[in-house]
């Protein structure tokens, strides 16, 4: 059980489009998701924390006109980077929290592979 | 700056112990958290700690909290070759180690 799904795994896209990634919990009500970016051997940057229904809470310094976050419903919430420049390209991931489990576990998904060129 | 920091390397053989080391900043946080990353995989919750306790013992797995030191550790006994993975450790939601590699030879 708490499955948490992204889609795609892996994107390439031009300079200047958006991409929309999805994230999705497969077996359970996420009431919260969070959004991480990861750099290469370095940790994982928390970018916001979404919940369900209302708008989602960033982090200092990430801009929110740039990554938009819409947890639309308890099992989707969707991360889109618009007009997207080669310095954005990074590995994005997103986590859930499953309220039946507790409110300290998060489950996390596999992660996308944003390249833009 | 970081505020969690672990070694990024770890080598150890086969039937040996592994620990792996991490500092954090933030003595606030109510748990602490292992998290084990296998290629192309999502991480997957190891262990947690209340910030209350010392230590937490779970199978192979010791974790050992000195918040005095700010110093959280996990000793992985009798390690074999599945355990090679990323771990990583964490304050709550917010605050990530960069992962320390641990490959386990024969």
């Known amino acids: 059980g708490a499955v948490v799904s992204q889609h795609p795994s892996r994107v390439i896209c031009k300079s200047g489009t958006s991409v929309k990634i999805e994230c999705r919990s497969l077996d359970f009500q996420a009431t919260t998701m969070f959004w991480y970016r990861q750099f290469p051997k370095q940790s994982l940057m928390l970018m916001a924390t979404s919940n369900e229904g209302s708008k989602a809470t960033y982090e200092q310094g990430v801009e929110k006109d740039k990554f938009l976050i819409n947890h639309a419903s308890l099992t989707l919430s969707t991360l889109t980077v618009t007009s997207a420049h080669p310095e954005d390209s990074s590995f994005y991931i997103c986590?859930?929290?499953?309220?039946?489990?507790?409110?300290?576990?998060?489950?996390f998904g596999p992660g996308t592979r944003l390249t833009v060129t | 700056g970081e505020d969690v920091e672990q070694s990024l390397f770890l080598s150890v053989r086969e039937g040996d112990s592994s620990v792996i080391n991490c500092t954090y900043t933030?003595?606030?946080?109510?748990?602490l958290y292992w998290y084990k990353q296998e290629p192309g995989a999502g991480l997957q919750l190891l262990t947690y700690?209340?910030?209350?306790?010392d230590m937490k013992q779970d199978q192979r797995l010791t974790v050992l909290l000195n918040k005095k030191d700010k110093h959280l550790s996990l000793r992985i006994a009798d390690t074999q070759t599945g355990d090679s993975a990323i771990y990583f450790c964490?304050?709550?939601?917010?605050?990530f180690g960069a992962g320390t590699t641990v490959t386990v030879r024969a």
């Open positions: 986590s859930a929290r499953d309220p039946q489990r507790g409110s300290y576990e998060q489950y």
């Open positions: 964490a304050q709550g939601e917010l605050s």
């Open positions: 933030d003595s606030s946080s109510t748990y």
């Open positions: 700690i209340f910030s209350n306790m």
